[in-house]
């Protein structure tokens, strides 16, 4: 079943009223958010399976001067949701206006009357209303009282402690990409539309697709092994490098610059999904053109080994 994107609290239809719902933020959703969702479903199998989250994420509204940290975007969060089987996304716009409401007004107004949610889950850590006043223990003592039911989802962890958003964020930051896949039961992908950058990539022999990093969180900076998802499906080998290409110095943003293997077509203004599965060197700046173009047919070598030897298992 196709799930239903809902981006009005105030106006949800009757047919997605009834649910039970997992409560959270779900960037990126990782394994730690799959769990919640299907300890959501296990407690009432009998509902409609429900996320109630947010856009943009609070930090975005409370902390614009920080540096992007999205794991996903909004369609990119919906459809990893959609394929965790819930059928209802309830996305609230999330602005100074609601940011003012009490925890008490969360509960009552939002989950009770205006989603008419008949069951809510959330992680042991969730907080939520004005300056986060509502905690789980309030969260189970008043859903209660509304005669709504309640499930706290103790965190799923491994031995380095629970799964969350901040460790992955972290792990790509420190360039180990793989290790992030682990945690999300995929590989992170940046997701968006190729832009005209300057050419340079054709006339070094490797034509690239530039896409910006927008909200994305920026990984370690450098080239990687990467698989790129093209509109129709279909997916295809590279090497991408990500950051501010030293040697050439253009002083621009940091961005994604893929090279796809046996590739020739026009990719303007096409949204593609770049996969990062292993960071194969930092970026650094070569003395000249010469240099950077013989590293970059070693890259796109080393590149094509690693992602054979992962199709084969190895």
Known sequence: ??????????????????????????DGVHLGHAHLVHSTHAARPDLPLAVVTFEPHP??????????????????????L?????????????DEEFSRMTAERFVEDVLHDALCLRHVACGPDFAFGYRRGGDVTFLAERTGELGMGFTSV??????????????????LQEGYPERAAEELGRPWFI???????????????????????????????????????????????????????PTINDGQESRVEVNLFDFDGDLYGQTLSVAL??????????????????????????????????????
Request: glycine share 10%; with cysteine.
């Open 191 to 245: 997701r968006g539309q190729v832009q005209h950058g300057d050419k340079r990539g054709r006339l070094l022999g490797f034509p690239t697709a530039n896409i910006p990093l927008g909200r994305h969180l920026e990984p370690a900076r450098g080239v990687y092994a990467v698989t790129v998802r093209l509109p129709g499906g279909y997916t295809r080998p590279g090497v991408a490098n990500i950051g501010r290409r």
């Open 1 to 26: 079943m196709k799930a239903r994107l809902h981006t009005n609290w105030r106006d949800i239809p009757p047919e997605a009223h009834g649910c039970a719902a997992a409560l959270g933020n779900f």
């Open 82 to 94: 959609q394929a965790l089987g819930v059928q209802h996304v309830f996305q609230i716009g999330f």
């Open 277 to 314: 599965h292993k960071m194969l060197r930092p970026e650094q700046r070569f003395a000249g053109l010469d240099e950077l173009k013989a590293q970059i047919a070693q890259d796109a070598q080393q590149a094509r080994m690693v992602l054979n030897a992962e199709l084969a298992g190895i």
């Open 59 to 80: 930090r975005e509204l409370f902390r614009p001067q920080d540096p992007p940290f999205r794991l996903s975007l909004p369609d990119e969060r919906f459809a990893a």
């Open 154 to 171: 103790p965190a799923l962890a491994d031995a380095a402690g629970p799964y969350s958003s901040t460790r992955i964020r972290r792990l």
